[in-house]
């Protein structure tokens, strides 16, 4: 009973004694004759008076297709068990007055995406933002948390498998593994992309011993990336054979999306696409976020209303119903007022089975690209694959570590790849552009490497691709997010934005202490260094930049900027505006800040004024 999970507890042991130290929290361990000890029973079980179990999950998929309409799977978790249950109660309020029972995401702590035994450092340091911590987890079910909606955690990152045991300590009924394949990996993490593939299916092994329901793998995370709906299929799909080696059951299993809301026939072909091809038995859709919110939050809802609509008439089994966007985690009240607006717009949406020629000929487009991927990354002969192939016996025919092995050389080959792709050893070489039609496609002479070009949707816009080439300016960038923060887009759109101004950007993409990036800038003998974090821990971690410049003597000649939130919390931000208004922006160690509201050309356009003013001082 449980032997997968004994063994990966067995070979992992030191990492799960420093996730225990690291966190303040009892995890299984070894007696004096090596075997486990205090590993809690598989699900179901009973955890505070309730039986938890990935079933009730599955069972609410169930009632979903039954009546026609999503589940609602909100997104809440706070900084403590008290807050997060406080916050909780007040959006489980507006369910409940709608007699629903919803599937609540617990977001938790950023720091636990990071490995206890090699980023103990970054963890310490960035604690306290971004969600419930590992032992407020075990503290939100004790005090009643997920007894009439079963919830999940996410577990993404370095370490999945550690969360994941967490989690079941706790009582959580499902998990967050996904991205397991996906390219993207946020930003630096700590280790490199092969671990971070058999750490996934570690973690696999965890949910399929004991009962847990998995978002398996996203096209979300890709998608914010830049990445195309073939590729990400395609990783899903690898992702699913995995699981299946996993020994995961199919209920247990979901794959979360993103649809746009911006063409509903490209919606539903994305839908019908992953519905025909994926194993999972769960889909999970998320509308995709703004990357530059309306400044009326009302507009931004309309956004959200439209997604909706595609969700229900996709058939989706659960659906994110999304607060305002443009300020940090929300309250339980906004939330459940989206919860609210959201099924108000499923029960009021007629379901109509739309047909029409652009719909089956986007979803074509779409399998044609996932089965070329596969093709090339499984070494399988060209055009030899359908997606009624890919069933649980076709992954069954390699085993797990070769599966591993092939899933590696597809990312580090660069057969699997995305523009932002943020491991720092992975290849990297398509370009997309988002066309008209709200659909990515490939820039021709920029599709995937080793995949036939006529297998992939290429856009017919007129884009002008600049070749890279040598910095054309003297002055040098030095850029990176800090603490434990792998939202990277934003601040690869400020290097882009840099590079073609002509600047020389150093990049050390996410998770990075203040001070190493100070010590990387006064190496590189930069003229500006620019930080960002989004988990509002700006306050803490963005003057700690200044303070090692200063101790280094170079303050005074570097212009230092940040970018992204500075409160995490909805309700805080409004007194941060003020201050910055009342005060500017000193207080942050910073000479300029960029907001959410802010564009890359703000950006340029500011820190090189900075950067002529501070050299004609000289």
């Known amino acids: 009973m449980q032997e997968k999970t004994k063994r990966i507890i067995r070979e992992d042991i030191e990492a799960v004694r420093a996730y225990a ?172 992309y092969r671990t971070k593939v058999v750490n996934g299916y570690k973690a696999l092994q965890i949910c399929a011993e004991n009962k847990i329901y998995v978002q398996l793998d996203s096209h979300k995370h890709l998608n914010n990336i830049g990445g195309t709906d073939g590729m990400a299929l395609a990783m899903c799909l690898l992702a699913e054979g995995l699981a299946i080696h996993a020994g995961l059951p199919r209920e247990l299993s979901a794959i979360q999306m993103n649809i746009a809301g911006i063409n509903i026939f490209a919606d539903l072909a994305l839908m019908r696409a992953f519905r025909e091809t994926l194993w999972s038995d769960g889909l999970i859709v998320v509308p995709e976020t703004f990357q530059s919110p309306p400044g009326d939050l009302i507009a931004e809802a309309a956004h959200f209303a439209r997604m909706a609509v595609n969700a229900k008439l996709g058939g989706a089994d659960f659906y994110r119903p999304k607060a305002a966007e443009s300020v940090g985690i929300p309250t339980g009240d906004s939330m459940g007022r989206a919860i609210w607006g959201t099924e108000n717009v499923f029960t009021n949406t ?41 069933t649980p016996a076709f992954w069954m025919q390699w085993k797990d570590t070769e599966l591993i092995d092939l899933i590696v050389e597809g990312g580090k080959s660069g057969r699997m790849d995305c523009p932002r792709a943020g491991g720092w050893d992975l290849k990297r070489f398509v370009k997309v552009n988002r066309d008209p039609d709200g659909i990515k496609r490939y820039v021709p002479g920029y599709t995937p490497l080793g995949i036939d070009p006529s297998r992939v949707a290429v856009t017919k816009e007129d884009i002008q691709v600049e070749p890279e080439k040598e910095p054309t300016r003297p002055e040098k960038i030095v850029l990176a997010t800090v603490g434990a923060d792998a939202h990277v887009n934003g601040i690869n759109l400020i290097r882009e934005t840099f590079q073609h101004a002509g600047y020389e950007v150093v990049f050390l993409r996410g998770m990075n202490l203040p001070e190493t990036v100070a010590e990387v800038a006064a190496e590189a003998n930069a003229d500006a260094v620019g930080v960002s974090n989004l ?56 000479d300029a800040f960029f907001g959410p509201d802010s564009t890359p050309e703000q950006c340029l356009e500011t820190i090189t004024r900075l950067i002529q003013e501070k050299k004609a001082k000289k």
């Open 535 to 590: 988990l509002g821990l700006g306050g803490t971690l963005f003057p700690r930049v200044e303070q090692r410049l200063k101790e280094l003597g170079l303050r005074d000649k570097m212009v230092v900027w940040a970018g992204g939130r500075i409160a995490e919390k909805e309700e805080e931000h409004q007194y941060y505006e003020e201050k910055i208004k009342k005060e500017g922006v000193s207080f942050l160690g910073v």
């Open 350 to 390: 007629y379901a109509v089975d739309i047909e029409d020629s652009r719909i089956t000929e986007r979803k074509a487009e779409i399998l044609e690209e996932a089965m070329a991927v596969l093709e090339a990354v499984l070494h399988l002969p060209e055009r030899s694959l359908k997606p009624k192939d890919i």
């Open 21 to 192: 130290d690291c966190f303040g929290v009892e995890m299984p361990d070894l007696d004096e004759n090596g075997e486990v000890v205090g590993l809690p029973a598989p699900y179901p079980r009973e955890v505070a008076g309730v039986v938890r179990s990935g079933y009730r999950i599955h069972e609410l998929a169930l009632k979903a297709r039954e009546r026609g309409w999503p589940v609602q799977n909100p997104i809440l978790g706070r900084n403590t068990a008290e807050e997060t249950l406080k916050e909780s109660k007040e959006m489980y309020a507006f369910a409940e007055k709608l007699d629903e029972t919803i599937f609540h995401f617990v977001h938790s702590e950023a720091t636990r995406h990071i490995d206890p035994l090699k980023g103990r450092e970054l963890i310490e340091q960035s604690r306290g933002k971004g969600g419930i911590t590992p032992k407020g987890e075990r503290e939100f079910i004790q005090m009643g948390g997920g007894s009439r909606h079963p919830v999940r955690i996410n577990a993404t990152g370095d370490t999945p498998h550690l969360s994941i045991l967490n989690a079941l300590i706790a009582g959580f009924d499902g998990t967050d593994i996904g991205p397991v394949i996906h390219v993207h990996f946020g930003g630096r993490g700590i280790h490199d």
